[in-house]
């Protein structure tokens, strides 16, 4: 578990940073078009808390390249009770092209993740990717600060990886309800992340106190960048702040999906850019977009 | 049994040949399957319907699932026909597959001269999407009658030496009339069918589940309908029929053919499998192969029904 | 929440108050089911569709399944209206729950004599089948159109003073007029809607999977398509919709009556499980009290839709 | 498995033949509308070759007083391939009211007998039933004639049990394909049948040879009634053997069901009853029928 990833951002249609792979794994350059679908056969799948799960699969290339903010289209089983139709999509929480591995953590919430989880270990699933546009960090960033909650933690991991793997500095800021459900805590600190948990329990998950801190992250010089997933709240805070001043961002977003492929135009949301509301798709305009573009939902 | 490597795939829609009779659906294909489907296997591409004006398309969610098929309200978002022309187009020349541009349009007049824009290199045959509502008709869609379908299916045709698909509603009540009249009216082909309008609610929320309240059911859900319609189509069109609805295997293609479908296109089950067209050609060939048909073309209305009539009060239940 | 006790449970159709809102669907019900549900426990009991004359009915096969739903091409059997009287409805005066009698007939004029002959005691109301070909109108089916459904209901109307509920099709293409129209006539009720038409082939054998080759769709896969229907017709209508069709579960009722229906009727789901209805039932109640409401008659039409506007476009994906 | 059931046949809506249950285990007199879905345990369930399931259940009354001839509706479970949706009718293969024991016998051909055969011992399905008309043995029978093929012989098989527990002999002539695939000899055997196994493997199952048995049946006053079912042929020549013998019979007919109760009239077949043809739902009619009304299919 505790081995450095490479990730590399591929910015589809926008300039990629250019930047080569880092870290002690190497991996062949991804074209943009490196997508496919699939046998994953899964290692490890287990309960995180009452609602989180961890799913650990071996699967063929492409999709172990998966990088930071990417995601995958799963086909979920059915069981007695749940016959999910369409795929469900997830972020890449962590991937491993040396041995084939890409994993996710996501939560239970309804018919598609219910069958999700109840796929055991030894059995095979199909998965559609890398999707998407992943995270990418500025030329020049000495220390970024990624900011999550609940699930969006998950999404996040792996840019802190990156991130660390380039040498870039990582301030976390971790959101949850309770101790008992702030996750990934260990791979942040893994790479030697400055780690703020912030909980609803005893009120430090409030905005002002999170203002707060991303206030002296800035003050102190570690705020390059800012990243955040997972909350409203905490993304228009972010964007604030980013705007006032003027770190660049990115945030990485959800919508309903169909193809996950940029076809069918199901899961666009609104940008504001430049003071003009555009529709874009999450699936392959992001799901990560520019933080100071990104509208509240 | 026929060797599998000599049945004949190829169909014939019109003046076009197609390498094998399966093609995806309008709206559930683009640029973004590339790297999962080699296009060259395909019988045809088929673009997402390009409106002449830019069309922002309906408030999310645009998609929801209902048993096994799906709800969508997508709303035709279009970036225009210049940006077809200049964008979308230039990627697809590089297929040696014939591309059919689905289009829209409000009015017969508009219709006419946005097919006129689309008779460029590249573009194989038109599909005209007429689910669309006629602004000069109180905002019916043409395809729900075949007095408003004769009228823009013959603006449409004489605007054009392409080939005119024209794709039929399944919300109409009579979809052989205006099968009839899209033929009468000059179409090389009836693309049989649209979505169905249909409608869910969140129970929890008491929200319709899509932005839209109601929008097009499409997946297997819809099959034995559309495959029924295709049935009426194919027996009063001269024209070849290109079933579609609820197509996500190999037997779902035979029973749209054994109808009368010449070829099918497949939509939905892109999205649940993105690989499900390749799985169709694959599986026609060995159906072919099985059952000693050395053409693929064969199965084109080769139910067995001569013996039967059919009794209209079944209507009825 | 609500002391589920309490939850008051009664709706009202026009003039009847029926006990609960639920209750079977015409063809799908009949003597047989009282040793598995005690029809004391219904809404209404609603009668397979009589006719004047006797009917045969279809070929076999009559049936067959199709994904989660079915196909059926009974084609209405009847013994005819004497022997409705003399055997069907004795048996129904034994239970202390409205009897809805289901009638069809050719043409306006046969109608109206089959239903002033029903106006027998024991008999709560009428539910027209108009689902049937009008043989004054070339065997199209009167409630495939406003005008045809008028006329019939109008004729209906003046036969009988029993409250008259009106059994809409879904194979129109304008279902909303037509539900005007049968209310302008003097309809007491709306029933949406019976089966859609609907084919399946046998790719083994190349036969259509029903001997009538066609056949009507019920079942889950039909929800999304029906409850479309009620909506649009609920909006248009004042007086009450019934909703009818896929319907299996209470969280399948509750949608239906979110979207509009003042009551339901349960058709396939009792032939896949007897006692479905009953679910049904105590579904709903469990559901109104967790969410608050004191009645079941408050979740019609208690869809959350007063900020969404419907782009027509979408009917076309 | 060698103990004697005792079977009643239920004519509903027809004059019952009269008798009272026989057999050691006394039954209670079942009303024709008892009836049930009710939820069976699965205690043995084995494959009896290729094609043909063994199953039975544990399951509460009224399933085990199920007559010899009547059916049940069962809810077949889905599979990853294999999501039948209406329930399939199957001719009751042995009931045992002591023990609340009812058993089925099926060949495994599509949708619904695939899910069928997928279930396990301990899990649960529901029955409905016991549904429609079971055989009838015409007062002061001394000796039968039952002359089955395929899935047919289960059927007959309780049928031959309640004979013999009435004391009524039994001839037994089981047609099948090959040695291999007679099922239910040890059955016949038990109750001292006189057993006459045809087979197509060496030409026995040819007409003329059974026409042969059965004359000879009848010649030597073994075939105060006749009994049929599972062939289309057989059915046939039996028909008109016992027109021409005037020995009266009974067939059990198979068609396509939905609701099994008599409600749908999915299920009807023509006979010809007194010149006419007549359509009657095999669910509630049947689906045994008076063998010389039948008509072929
Ligand atoms: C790019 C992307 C990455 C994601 N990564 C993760 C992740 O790493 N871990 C995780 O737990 N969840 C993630 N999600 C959210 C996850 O896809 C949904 O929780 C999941 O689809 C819910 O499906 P369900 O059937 O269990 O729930 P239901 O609520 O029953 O879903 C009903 C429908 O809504 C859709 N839906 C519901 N919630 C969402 C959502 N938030 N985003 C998109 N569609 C939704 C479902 O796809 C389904 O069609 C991600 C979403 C996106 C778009
Ligand atoms: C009263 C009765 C008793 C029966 N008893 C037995 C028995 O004891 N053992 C046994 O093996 N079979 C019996 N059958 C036949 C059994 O019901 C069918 O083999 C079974 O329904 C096939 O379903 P399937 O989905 O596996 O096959 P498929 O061929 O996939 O069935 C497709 C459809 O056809 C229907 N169907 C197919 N064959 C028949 C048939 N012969 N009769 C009625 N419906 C059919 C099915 O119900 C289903 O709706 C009986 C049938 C009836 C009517
Ligand atoms: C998301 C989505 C978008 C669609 N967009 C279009 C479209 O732009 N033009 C069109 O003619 N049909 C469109 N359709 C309809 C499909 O082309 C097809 O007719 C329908 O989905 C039925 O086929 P299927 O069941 O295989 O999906 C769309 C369907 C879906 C699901
Ligand atoms: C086997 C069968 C027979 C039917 N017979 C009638 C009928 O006689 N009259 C009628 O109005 N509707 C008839 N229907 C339609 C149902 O009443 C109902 O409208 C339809 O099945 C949709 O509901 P469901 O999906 O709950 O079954 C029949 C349906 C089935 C499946
Ligand atoms: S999910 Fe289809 S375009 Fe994004
Ligand atoms: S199966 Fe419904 S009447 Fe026989």
């Known amino acids: ?297 | 049994m026929v060797d599998r490597g000599s049945v004949d795939t190829r169909v014939r829609i019109g003046d076009l040949v197609l390498r094998n009779p399966v093609m995806p659906a309008s709206g559930t294909f683009a640029e973004g399957l590339a790297p999962v489907v080699p296009f060259e296997r395909l019988g045809a591409l088929v673009t997402k319907t390009v409106t002449a004006e830019l069309r922002g398309g309906n408030p999310t969610p645009r998609v929801c699932e209902v048993g096994q098929g799906m709800l969508n309200s997508i709303g035709i978002p279009s970036k225009g026909i210049d940006d077809f022309l200049e964008h979308t187009l230039p990627f697809y020349r590089g297929f040696a597959t014939p591309l059919v541009a689905s289009v829209s349009a409000p009015s017969g007049d508009a219709f006419a001269e946005a097919v006129a824009r689309l008779d460029a290199p590249g573009v194989a045959a038109i599909e005209a999407n007429i689910s669309c509502p006629n602004i000069e008709e109180d905002g019916k869609a043409f395809a729900m009658d075949p007095r408003s379908t004769a009228q823009v299916v013959a603006k449409i045709r004489r605007a054009t030496k392409l080939p005119v698909w024209v794709k039929l509603s399944p919300n109409t009540g009579d979809v052989a009339s205006v099968a009839r009249a899209a033929e009468d009216a000059g179409a090389d082909a009836l693309v049989v069918a649209n979505t169905i309008l249909a409608m869910s609610i969140d129970i929890e929320t008491f929200r319709p589940r899509l932005g839209n309240v109601m929008g097009g059911l499409s997946g297997p859900a819809v099959k034995p309908i559309v495959v029924r319609m295709v049935y009426q189509c194919a027996r009063v069109a001269r024209i070849p029929v290109i079933g579609c609805g609820g197509i996500s295997t190999a037997a779902d293609a035979v029973e749209y053919m054994l109808a009368g479908a010449s070829a099918v296109q497949v939509g939905t089950a892109t999205f649940v499998r993105p690989t499900a067209m390749l799985t169709v050609i694959d599986g026609l060939i060995q159906f072919c192969a099985r059952k000693g048909f050395a053409r693929v073309a064969d199965l084109t209305g080769a139910v067995h029904d001569a013996d039967m009539t059919v009794d209209t009060v079944e209507v009825a239940s």
Request: neutral net charge; hydrophobic residues 45%; glycine residues 10%.
């Open chain 1, 1 to 297: 578990m505790g081995q450095t990833i490479s990730f590399q951002p591929v910015r589809l249609g926008a300039a990629p940073d250019g930047s080569a792979p880092v870290g002690p794994a190497a991996t062949a350059p991804v074209a943009p078009s490196h997508i496919a679908d699939v046998l994953g056969v899964v290692v490890s799948h287990v309960w995180l808390n009452d609602e989180y799960r961890h799913l650990v699969l071996e699967a063929p290339e492409p999709a172990p390249l998966a990088r930071a903010g990417q995601f995958f289209n799963l086909e979920c089983p059915h069981t007695a009770e749940d016959k999910p139709f369409l795929r469900r999509p997830m972020s890449l929480y962590r991937a491993d092209p040396v041995h084939g591995i890409v994993e996710f953590l996501y939560k239970v919430t309804g018919v598609g993740t219910r069958g999700l989880a109840s796929i055991k270990v030894g059995r095979t699933m199909r998965l559609l990717g890398p999707l998407g546009v992943g995270f990418s960090i500025p030329d020049g960033a000495r220390s970024i600060v990624v900011l999550g909650r609940g699930v969006g933690l998950a999404t996040l991991a792996p840019l802190a990886e990156m991130a660390a793997a380039r040498g870039v500095g990582v301030t976390a800021i971790l959101s949850a309800r309770s101790a008992a459900t702030v996750m990934s805590v260990e791979r942040f600190a893994a790479i030697g992340a400055t780690i703020q948990i912030v909980l609803d329990q005893d009120g430090t998950s409030d905005p002002a106190n999170v203002e707060r801190i991303l206030r002296e992250a800035a003050a102190v010089g570690r705020a390059d960048a800012f990243y955040t997933c997972g909350s409203n709240r905490l993304m228009l805070l972010m964007q604030r702040l980013g705007r006032e001043l003027s770190i660049p961002g990115e945030v990485a977003l959800e919508q309903q999906m169909a193809c996950g492929l940029g076809m069918c135009f199901c899961c666009v949301r609104n940008f504001s850019v430049d003071g003009v509301v555009e529709a874009r798709r999450v699936c392959t305009d992001g799901p990560v977009f520019r933080l100071d573009e990104a509208m509240p939902w």
